[in-house]
């Protein structure tokens, strides 16, 4: 069973950084396309960033200019670095692997809260 484990979320002042982590009990080498969705209360889940398997990204419009997404693969290990944050970045984070087979998992996510 494939895991995911999300971490460094946490609360954060509008305008400061915060990096996540997803680590996976996996090698990520071949993996099509790791990414991070995020789901604030009563609202659907939505796409931050994909990185995919040749290094190309794509990011959501709200978070393009502020969020970077990487891979370590020796670390089996996808981050997001957060910047200039803002209140309406506050959602649960979660990582979601699709495999080479298009099998999708997801990690138990990590909280963000942007406040003063």
């Known amino acids: 069973q494939v895991q995911l484990v999300e971490s460094g979320g946490g609360l954060v002042q509008p305008g400061g950084s915060l990096r996540l982590s997803c680590a996976a009990s996996?090698?990520?080498?071949?993996?099509?396309?790791m990414g991070w969705y995020r789901q604030a209360p009563g609202k659907q889940r939505e796409l931050v960033a994909n990185?995919?398997?040749?290094?190309?990204?794509d990011y959501a419009d709200s978070v393009k200019g502020r969020f970077t997404i990487s891979r370590d693969n020796a670390k089996n290990t996808v981050y997001l670095q957060m910047n200039s944050l803002k209140p309406e970045d506050t959602a649960a984070y979660y990582c979601?692997?699709?495999?080479?087979?298009?099998?999708?998992?997801w990690g138990q996510g990590t909280q963000v809260t942007v406040s003063s």
């Open positions: 979601r692997m699709v495999t080479t087979y298009s099998f999708i998992y």
């Open positions: 996996i090698s990520i080498f071949s993996i099509n396309v």
């Open positions: 990185i995919f398997s040749g290094g190309s990204t």
